[in-house]
């Protein structure tokens, strides 16, 4: 069995006890990590390595960044999302096979404030995935594209539908790009074993009492393809981590996966 999860850390170094913690409560074989807000050299490898993780990570200063920790050996490592023209420079996609899984971190762009070009360049951004997720398709290996995508995927997936109806995360744009994905032959881990569950949530805002009143979104996803969801066990959010002191604003969603 390999247990894999996704975390938006929102800053590893402000987390880092926080995620080190969880690892030791979960030992999760794969972590993909997003928002590190740090560059390559500053990344705590040590910490990791010395819990007998594997680190592939693409930083960032300030903003953004992904890693992959793993177990196992990364193979083959991909540090960027193809499709674009090379003036991409946002740390937002890595990818390795391990454990005979090909898995990702991804951070996909939040895309506020609507009709900026920080929502057309979230809209580029699904648009590359989804090509790119139809090659990986092609390959007929188990993948795993996991992590903070900042699409609210249906109305039950937040506290209140009004609250978010001007937000690029809950975007008929967004939703529909998202759905492309899946409906490409991915499936949603979390819904294929919860389908039925509401207030399933990963994300809480710091701001106006969100955690405490459980007024939260559902935006980090797993998305399996046929060979990965044809051996999913389980898949939970953990919203342990949520509840600590100096937590992030994310929680970690977990699946496990035959071998």
Aim: charged share 25%; proline share 5%.
């Amino acid at each position: 069995m390999v247990k894999l999860a996704a975390w938006n850390v929102n800053s590893i170094k402000a987390r880092l006890p926080n995620v080190l913690a969880w690892l030791d409560e979960a030992s999760p074989d794969v972590v993909l990590l997003q928002e590190l807000k740090c560059q390559d050299d500053s990344f705590p490898r040590l910490e990791f390595e010395e819990r007998g993780y594997n680190c592939l990570v693409k930083g960032q200063k300030s903003y953004n960044g992904v890693a992959i920790l793993s177990k196992d050996t990364l193979e083959d490592p991909l540090q960027e999302l193809p499709g674009d023209d090379g003036s991409d420079e946002q740390a937002r996609y890595v990818e390795t096979t391990t454990f005979g899984i090909r898995v990702a971190s991804i951070y996909l762009p939040n895309g506020n404030p609507l009709n900026s070009e920080k929502f057309s360049y979230k809209l580029r951004w699904m648009q590359r995935l989804f090509s790119h997720s139809r090659t990986l398709l092609a390959s007929e290996q188990p993948v795993v594209l996991g992590g903070d995508y900042n699409v609210i995927p249906e109305g039950r997936d937040c506290y209140d539908v009004d609250a978010w109806k001007d937000d690029a995360l809950f975007q008929p744009e967004s939703r529909a790009a998202l759905r492309r994905v899946v409906y490409g032959g991915y499936t949603d881990a979390y819904r294929a074993l919860h389908p039925d569950q509401t207030r399933a949530f990963t994300y809480w805002d710091y701001q106006r009492g969100a955690w405490d009143a459980d007024h939260g979104i559902r935006i980090d996803h797993l998305l399996l393809s046929p060979q990965a969801a044809d051996r999913l066990e389980d898949c939970e959010i953990d919203k342990g981590p949520r509840g600590e002191s100096k937590a992030s604003d994310h929680t970690p969603i977990w699946c496990e996966i035959a071998a």
